[in-house]
């Protein structure tokens, strides 16, 4: 699967970190993202890296069944039209976005901005006793939401977020999220494409 057909987005979890497993692109937001989901999908169980598409948990020996569904998802019509713009200015990432439903926006659609990071690498070795130097994409760095919208569902957001020093601004990305009480899909440019969680 290529970023043509599905977007991805790693959300690194802290619950690890008390056995030593420090990872410093987790956030306990995330964590408790993964544990309210799981009790949507009512599982009294988290784990990673875990798989999710659209809210659907596709747990290891499910995972084959992953390409067939994102092309059953890709083949519906877009949700929305979205504008997205992004610069990087001297206080942060100003992103601006603008989102129209082509269809009754439901009560229960959310919409969230995701600023993921390429090219993240993470030395693993009180884990892995080895030193291995482990590499991460689509990594979620900052997630904003949910948005506010009017009676009609349109969203009007704008906000310059501040990027920490460490972050490499060439390999930020911001994308809209918009998720229902159990599944999420993402709009990009007018274009349906299917949203990839991975927790790790």
């Not at 784990?47 to 390409?67: E, H």
């Not at 979205?82 to 082509?102: F, K």
């Not at 070795?125 to 949910?146: I, M, N, T, W, Y």
Request: hydrophobic fraction near 35%.
């Amino acid at each position: 699967m290529t970023p043509d057909h599905v977007i991805a987005l790693a959300f690194h979890v802290d619950y690890w970190d008390q056995l030593g497993w420090r990872d410093r692109m987790a956030k306990a937001q995330f964590s408790a993202r993964q544990r309210k989901q799981a009790e949507r999908n009512r599982s009294s169980i988290i784990y990673t890296p875990q798989v999710l598409l659209n809210g659907t948990d596709f747990p290891p020996l499910a995972q084959g069944q992953l390409s067939e569904r994102v092309r059953d998802f890709n083949r519906l019509p877009p949700g929305a039209q979205l504008s997205l713009r992004q610069r990087l200015v001297p206080s942060g990432l100003e992103v601006e976005l603008d989102a129209r439903p082509l269809q009754p926006a439901s009560d229960h659609a959310k919409t969230y901005m995701a600023i993921t990071e390429n090219g993240l690498q993470n030395n693993d070795k009180d884990r892995r006793k080895s030193g291995q130097l482990l590499h991460h994409d689509f990594v979620v760095r900052e997630l904003a939401g949910p948005l506010p919208r009017d009676e009609l569902g349109r969203v009007h957001w704008k906000s310059t977020m501040t990027l920490p020093a460490e972050w490499k601004r060439a390999d930020l990305l911001a994308c809209r999220v918009r998720a229902g009480t159990s599944t999420a899909a993402t709009i990009l440019q007018g274009f349906a494409r299917s949203t990839v969680h991975c927790t790790k």
